[in-house]
């Protein structure tokens, strides 16, 4: 079983905005809305390709209330931790003219020590039953920095891996807790390595250094030119074919749980490379978020090249 965690969910609403520009009124069609945060994105892809995860993290409110009722539908096991404040919003303008996303997301409640405490019991609990954990997304308020570290050890103390997907000071953190692998794209890297801009030489380097450091994989999404999957005298690159971009939100969760279910099967190196980009390549040609047609993942999979770089 994958444990998934989303300490930060939020209701996702994505609206179509061809010649968005700041400053103007756009009248628009409804909007999308999707139980969110980048975990719920993960289960959702994980369900898709056969596998039964399931979701932990905080939800309260009326918000809440939506998730739970999203989840029970998409029958998606969960075990989140009811809060008091509500859970947030975030919203999304995707102009499919000028290919681009702009995002609007909510900071989210304020999570006390004792729901803290009241997670860590739980998560113990699921660690009893888990194969891998993925964490990923924000920490909400009042959530320490060093929380993925916490939960790494916690998972190291049971002997299972994690996989981290977060970004800022929480990746930093994360990092010192040694998770099995990480998933920044080129932006969070580079916020990492406290530089505006990343060579792919130098992003290898990086990558090397952070497994130097104890973590095992660092999986690095290059967008439209693929991803390195490397370890630390290993670097695997994988190229990928052209398709008609939909919605690319989401699609670095899709992309990690397909390496989650690729590893789960216990496929080389290469072939979980391949289902992770294919993964994320389908969400991208689907229209909702977090979205996966199986189908065209595994014909994704016979069309994505992965070699060794030397």
Not at 10 to 37: C, L, P, W
Not at 213 to 229: E, P, W
Not at 240 to 260: C, E, F, H, Q, Y
């Amino acid at each position: 079983m994958i444990v998934t965690v989303t300490l930060n969910p939020a209701v996702d609403i994505s609206y179509k905005v061809n010649h968005f520009q700041i400053g103007h009124g756009h009248r628009v069609e409804a909007g999308r809305k999707t139980a969110g945060g980048k975990g719920l994105n993960v289960s959702r892809v994980l369900k898709k390709l056969g596998e039964t995860p399931i979701c932990t993290g905080f939800l309260g409110g009326h918000n809440g209330e939506w998730i739970e009722d999203q989840l029970k539908q998409e029958k998606l096991d969960h075990a989140f931790i009811a809060i008091a404040e509500e859970t947030r919003t975030c919203l999304a303008f995707l102009d499919e003219e000028q290919g681009t996303q702009t995002e609007l997301m909510e900071r989210g409640p304020v999570i006390s020590a004792e729901k803290q405490e009241e997670f860590e019991a739980i998560f113990k609990e699921l660690l009893g039953e888990a194969s891998f954990v993925i964490a990923s997304g924000s920490l909400a308020s009042g959530i320490p920095n060093t929380y993925y570290r916490d939960i790494c050890e916690w998972a190291h103390a049971a002997h299972i891996p994690v996989l981290l997907d977060t970004s800022g000071e929480a990746l930093k953190e994360g990092i010192a807790g040694k998770p099995f692998l990480i998933k920044p794209n080129q932006e969070e890297l580079s916020q990492y390595m406290n530089l505006p801009q990343l060579s792919f030489e130098s992003q290898v380097d990086a990558a090397k250094a952070i497994c130097a450091r104890g973590v095992k994989y660092v999986l690095l999404s290059l967008g439209k030119d693929g991803a390195i999957l490397v370890e630390e005298g290993r670097v695997l690159r994988a190229e990928l074919p052209a398709v008609k971009v939909v919605n690319p939100v989401g699609s670095g969760d899709s992309m990690i749980a397909g390496m989650a279910y690729a590893l789960q099967r216990g496929y080389p190196l290469a072939e979980c490379l391949k289902w992770a980009c294919a993964s994320g390549t389908a969400n991208a040609m689907e229209p909702e978020t977090g979205m996966i047609q199986p189908q065209i993942v595994r014909e994704l999979v016979a069309r994505i090249n992965v070699h060794e770089e030397i």
